[in-house]
């Protein structure tokens, strides 16, 4: 007997907390809802995937956070992934924030976040199998400035567990003049490779 | 014992569910945060049009300005036309009715300057007020904010017929002294000059314009007393009538956005936009912008592209012969730099590719780029007065035939909607978190909108059907024949939304 009003207390707590929404029907953010990975799609990308070729390196870490609380937006949480990366160019390292990877206050502070998960096929992952999720975020410059939208798909590659991204820049407009912000990282399509 | 506390629970159980289906409902409800209360805003056509002309006619009839009857028009000598075409009626928060007709051909018409008269009705009391706007919305950031500089009371009154200078606007509160005009006390910064006296009104009249909008009381020494951040209105003061009341008018505002409104308000009809008809024919002009050369360069490196490319559309000025000059642009690549397409005077929009791995249809992130655009090209020493001239075209895949991409354009129809709307949802934290930089929220909004509507264009149209904006597909029917700009328009077939081209649609 008393099991049974502990739980309905429990449920009934919980239905006055908030409303759990799989986060694949994520459009915009609703106060009191939490949108959660429900089927761990996020979980598939957590870890290190490394691109090389020629005189280029770039590599990302992914990590997942879960009930991140939504600023301005009362009583609402989601799941994450959030990433840094590093892109070594010619020589030059433009950028290495791996290290940081997970440390900001503001998780869609990072420098890679995602929160949207699709299913394919659809824009952005034309090719993948039907019912198949992958995910859609943002890569910026640290800082925050020349954001870009990746769109990342889980693979084998060479019996490898890997990602193949898009990254792609929309190109807005400024005012006459202003100056032109160097990627930190790089746009285009890449095969990542799992290392860690 | 045990039966209460379980009925008790059940009870706290229910209570819970109700609570928290009744959240639901209120969160789709509440959206916007508290309504206000506006004047209500009718563009009249057809009978109810014609009412209102006749009556205008009658009341003009009886003043001492001249009537030109024609067709479908009536010209006041000397004071340009009154064009019948648009009439907007506001009714304002008291049930006040005014009607705004737009004059054109207005001698004092220019790049700056355009004139609106006013059929003031209130209560039992009719008035007509010509009204003149100068150096409207100057302001980059636009802000919907016009001030109106002089008007003129259309009636048998000698006293209030002549037109009266406002001596600046946007100020302090200022003073007043009924018996002597004081150019200075309306507040600084206006746009044009001071008060300039003439021996017919100066002794009759007096203005000043208080930038706030309630009307609150006056202090002693007849100072506005205004809450911090309000917007103007006018206070016309009758010095060779005393014991009249001061008459209080608003600034020319746009009454969809400032809707304190106490005394009467009208609404401003801008000059006509240029016809988006005319503005892709110009972009067209191999002599102009050229946008075919930029529209064949694009279609052939879609099949291989997988970044963005663009290409501005620029005309400059030659102060000394009034001509422009249209010269070509380079192409800008969406990687190695954050490049963007540069808005300002000059430029007039431009034109985009979406390659075939990414959305067919534009994003949330090229209406913002239009608007910019369009605010940016915004200079009336250029002859840009509409806001409309810039636009924004899109190469991408056309699933119906892979070897003749689809080529679209946005347009702009209301500037004031299109800003107004995409500040809403930037501002929004339900779209993006606010610490974001703008152009993260750009990105992420438009990333979350696509999700929404996809390729589909006429999805993107009933997505976007509020922002002021229209979308033209260029009818090229093979790669080498002449194209031709239709009007996008969409209808519900098998209860999905569909473009359909009108045949009115077309751009001759």
Redesign the interface.
């Known amino acids: ?1 008393k099991n ?2 502990l739980t ?2 429990i ?3 919980s ?2 907390n908030a ?1 759990t929404i799989n986060i694949k029907e ?7 809802v939490y949108f959660k990975d429900i089927d761990q799609v996020f979980d598939q990308f957590i870890g290190t995937y490394r691109y090389q070729n020629g005189n280029q390196l770039f590599e990302i870490k992914f990590q997942k956070k879960v009930h991140v609380p ?4 009362f009583n609402c949480h989601i799941d994450m992934l959030v990433g840094g990366y590093k892109h070594v160019f010619d020589g030059l390292e433009l950028h290495n924030g791996l290290a940081q990877t997970g440390t900001f206050p ?1 998780p ?2 990072e420098t890679i976040d995602s929160d ?1 998960i ?1 299913i394919g096929p ?3 992952c ?1 090719e993948c199998n039907v019912g198949e999720s992958f995910i ?1 975020g ?1 890569i ?2 640290p800082g ?6 990746f ?1 990342a798909r889980k693979i084998i590659h060479n019996g490898l567990p890997a990602i193949r991204i ?1 990254i ?11 100056p ?4 930190r990282y790089p ?3 890449f095969i990542m490779v799992k290392v860690d | 014992m ?1 039966k209460k ?2 009925i008790l ?2 009870l ?2 229910a ?3 109700f ?2 289906c009744s ?2 409902i209120h ?1 789709n409800a509440v959206t916007f945060g508290v309504k206000h209360k506006k004047p209500q805003i009718k563009y009249l056509k057809g009978a109810e049009a014609k009412l209102v002309m006749n009556q205008l006619e009658k009341k003009v009839s009886k003043s001492k300005l001249r009537i030109l009857g024609k067709a479908g028009t009536y010209a006041r000598s000397n004071e340009g036309t009154i064009d019948y075409s648009e009439i907007m009626q506001v009714i304002d928060t008291l049930g006040n009715t005014n009607y705004t007709f737009r004059i054109t051909n207005h001698p004092e018409d220019s790049d700056q300057i355009f004139h609106n008269l006013v059929y003031s009705q209130i209560d039992e009391e009719i008035k007509l007020i010509l009204v003149k706007y100068e150096n409207f919305d100057q302001d980059y950031q636009f802000n919907a904010f016009t001030t109106f500089t002089t008007y003129s009371l259309i009636s048998d009154d000698p006293c209030p017929e002549n037109p009266i200078p406002i001596s600046g606007g946007g100020g302090g509160a200022g003073s007043f002294d009924p018996g002597i005009p004081n150019p200075g006390s309306g507040g600084g910064g206006g746009s044009v000059g001071g008060y300039t006296p003439t021996p017919d009104y100066s002794s009759c009249w007096y203005l000043m314009q208080i930038p706030c909008c309630h009307k609150k009381h006056f202090g002693e020494d007849s100072s506005c007393i205004c809450n911090e951040g309000e917007k103007g209105y006018t206070i016309l003061f009758n010095t060779c009538n005393t014991s009249l009341p001061p008459a209080i008018i608003h600034s020319g505002k746009n009454t969809n956005i400032d809707p304190c409104n106490p005394d009467g308000d009208f609404g401003v009809l801008y000059p006509p936009v240029k016809p988006p008809c005319e503005v892709l024919k110009e972009m067209m002009d191999p002599l102009k912008y050229n946008a075919q050369a930029y529209i064949n360069v694009l279609k052939s490196m879609l099949p291989n592209a ?5 290409f501005s559309f620029k005309r400059i000025l030659d102060p000394s012969t009034g001509s422009y000059s249209y010269p070509p642009q380079q192409l ?1 690549a ?11 005077v ?2 007039y929009g431009g034109i ?1 590719l979406h ?6 249809t534009f ?1 949330f ?2 209406i ?2 239009l608007l ?2 369009t605010n ?1 090209s915004y200079s009336p020493a250029n002859g840009i007065i509409n806001d409309n001239e810039a636009v924004l075209m899109l190469v991408s895949v056309n699933p119906q035939d892979v070897n003749n991409p689809s080529v679209k354009s946005l347009t702009v129809n209301d500037k004031f909607a299109l800003s107004s709307k995409v500040n809403e949802i930037l501002n ?4 993006a ?5 703008r ?2 929220k ?3 909004i ?7 509507y ?2 589909n264009h006429a999805k993107f149209l009933e997505t976007f059907k509020d922002f002021g904006i229209s979308m033209y597909d260029y009818y090229q029917p093979n790669a080498t024949s002449p194209g031709t700009w239709r009007k996008a328009t969409t209808a519900q077939l098998n209860n999905q939304p569909s473009v359909l081209y009108l045949p009115d649609g077309y751009c001759n």
Do not use: R
């Not at chain 2, 438009?446 to 929404?452: R, W």
């Open positions: 007997m049974i009003i309905l207390v449920i009934s707590l239905a006055l409303q994520k459009v915009k953010f609703i106060p009191g939504i600023n301005g937006v503001n869609f502070h949207m699709q659809a824009p952005g034309n859609i943002i910026t410059n925050g400035n020349a954001p870009s939208t769109y898009l792609n820049y929309s190109i807005g407009s400024a005012p006459e003049g202003a032109v912000i160097s990627f746009t285009g399509e | 045990k506390v379980l629970t059940l706290l159980f209570t819970g569910l609570w928290h959240e639901e969160d997988n970044v963005e490319y663009a800008i969406g990687s190695f730099d954050a490049v963007k397409m540069p808005g300002g000059n430029y985009h390659h075939g791995k990414l959305y067919n994003s992130g090229d913002v780029n910019d655009n940016a929004d934290p339900n779209w978190d606010q610490s974001l930089s152009d993260q750009i990105e992420v438009s990333k979350q909108m696509y999700s929404n996809g390729h």
